[in-house]
């Protein structure tokens, strides 16, 4: 090479670099190239022409460009961006988070304040911030770090970064399965919910639990046509808006009686034995983690991610933490369970449980669709990569046996909310592994082994402290849970003292 093709080619290097670096071909407007689950070290990405990410090997015997369209094609890396249409924005992602974190049992935690006092209301913060977090660095592991030192997204989902960590054989087995496990249950719950909600709103009928659940799971059969995020965006938006108007009615009614709050109820205390499983139901609550690799790979800008994290999270937590101090002062040492059976009028509980009932049905679809997303991508791709051939066409329709497999799953989780005995406790018990694990150590543990070199002492710190923090939270929960459990199936109350009755009539 003389010293002109020399200088022409340290040109060239300066414009590549130069375009990388600046604003306009910064790492959010770039497409991205996915590595092979089989072989993280192969591969690694450089900028082009073009602006996109390409693989190249470099591998010493892999030199030739027909060896690298060969290896390439086996392995068949796409780009991560997919298809435009299925881009969703900061706002709509909004929702689907907030969908997560607001939880239906936002009419129980009045309750959790009469039980742990103060420390409630501080958990329902700190819980906040922790999962925000553990939100924001679990999808920080989705991405490494380029020769230039430019981030590059290289994994797609939870499952595989598990599979950077503990290999594709345990690691992804493991973490897929605690998902599918939170998922499943969520949907379960929701179903039961309506059931009884309903129920509870016209207790002189003839017709049993049962049946409000069968007539519940009619219109949940329509979740099986979803097959973008951005509807089920727009539900999750139609889901917030029922659980503002619930906050709004009890609150308002609450204020109306400002002149009675009594302010000495509220205590510095905590009952040891429910206390630990309502603080489970807070855990529960926040838990969005799931859903965040899916949400952020399909936001159109994805430098907002950090951003819709956290004012999802404050929001979620003012809502929180108000309404459930307010609603306790309200009522103070009376205060039930289900904080609308305080409410004095009966055309105001059916309002509400109206307003719940829409609530459950609007927030059944997000983690059912995330549910299916995760079978069709362990089963569902196609011969050699999975056991069996795509639920989609050529053309991107649902074909009729894959359509039939969600109806199936459907009504699956309705099956198991009639048949399963006391589910709520049960999943009280299977969540306090599953939801610590996912939301608290997980993330975190990750974290530390895939970004330890570039973290400073502070942010280890933090981490290592909120894993043991998730490990305290998962062993109270499961040993109390278990102790309920137990007793419910002795026909008891969770201790000879106190009763906790969760919004779910068992």
């Not at 022409?49 to 030199?63: R, V, Y």
């Not at 298809?83 to 607001?102: F, L």
């Not at 039980?115 to 329902?124: L, P």
Request: with cysteine; net charge positive.
């Amino acid at each position: 090479m003389n010293w002109r093709e020399r200088l022409a080619f340290l040109a060239l290097n300066a414009r590549l670099a130069y375009r990388s670096r600046s604003s306009k071909h910064d790492e959010e407007r770039h497409e991205f190239a996915r590595y092979s689950s089989e072989d993280h070290g192969e591969y690694e990405s450089h900028p082009m022409k073009n602006g996109k990410f390409s693989h190249f090997s470099t591998s010493a015997d892999d030199d030739t460009d027909e060896h690298f369209r060969k290896k390439a094609g086996e392995n068949g890396w796409t780009e991560v961006d997919g298809d435009p249409r299925d881009k969703i924005t900061e706002w709509q992602a909004g929702w689907n988070v907030t969908n997560a974190i607001q939880g239906m049992f936002i009419v129980s935690f009045p309750y959790t304040v009469l039980q742990g006092g103060y420390w409630a209301v501080v958990a329902m913060v700190l819980v906040a911030y922790i999962c925000c977090h553990t939100g924001n660095i679990l999808v920080d592991c989705l991405y490494d770090l380029d020769a230039m030192g430019h981030k590059v997204r290289v994994r797609s989902s939870y499952v595989e970064i598990a599979a950077a960590v503990w290999g594709p054989r345990y690691g992804a087995r493991i973490v897929h399965c605690a998902q599918l496990i939170e998922l499943l249950m969520t949907c379960i719950l929701y179903v039961l919910l309506c059931g009884d909600l309903v129920q509870g709103s016209f207790p002189n009928t003839p017709l049993s639990l049962t049946s409000w659940i069968l007539l519940c799971t009619t219109p949940l059969l329509a979740c099986a046509f979803l097959t973008s995020l951005r509807r089920v965006s727009t539900l999750s938006m139609w889901c917030t808006i029922s659980h503002m108007l619930i906050n709004a009615i009890i609150l308002v009614y609450c204020f109306t009686k400002a002149k009675e709050w009594r302010w000495s109820d509220v205590q510095v205390r905590i009952d040891i034995w429910t206390f630990p499983i309502s603080l489970g139901i807070i855990v529960f609550s926040y838990t969005s983690q799931i859903f965040l690799p899916a949400l952020e790979g399909k936001l159109r800008d994805r430098s907002r991610f950090r951003c819709m994290m956290t004012w999802t999270h404050v929001i979620a937590a003012i809502f929180k933490a108000l309404f459930s101090y307010v609603g306790f002062l309200t009522w103070g040492f009376d205060t039930l369970e289900v904080v609308t059976n305080n409410l004095p009028s009966t055309s105001l509980k059916h309002i509400v449980n109206f307003f719940l009932v829409c609530k459950a049905m609007l927030s059944y679809p997000l983690p059912f669709f995330a549910s299916v997303d995760l079978l069709q991508t362990a089963f569902f791709q196609g011969r050699p990569k999975t056991c069996f051939s795509s639920c989609f066409d050529d053309s991107r329709q649902l074909t009729w046996w894959g359509l039939s497999l969600r109806l199936g799953l459907v009504l699956f989780t309705c099956a198991m909310a009639i048949t399963v005995p006391h589910f709520a406790l049960l999943m009280g018990l299977i969540g306090s592994f599953t939801g610590t694990m996912l939301s608290f150590v997980w993330p975190c543990y990750f974290h530390l082994r895939l970004r330890w070199h570039l973290m400073s002492r502070a942010a280890r710190v933090l981490d290592i402290v909120i894993i043991i923090t998730g490990l305290l939270c998962c062993g109270v929960g499961i040993y109390y849970s278990g102790h309920a459990l137990s007793r419910a199936f002795q026909g008891l109350p969770p201790s000879s003292a106190h009763t906790l009755k969760l919004p779910i009539h068992n």
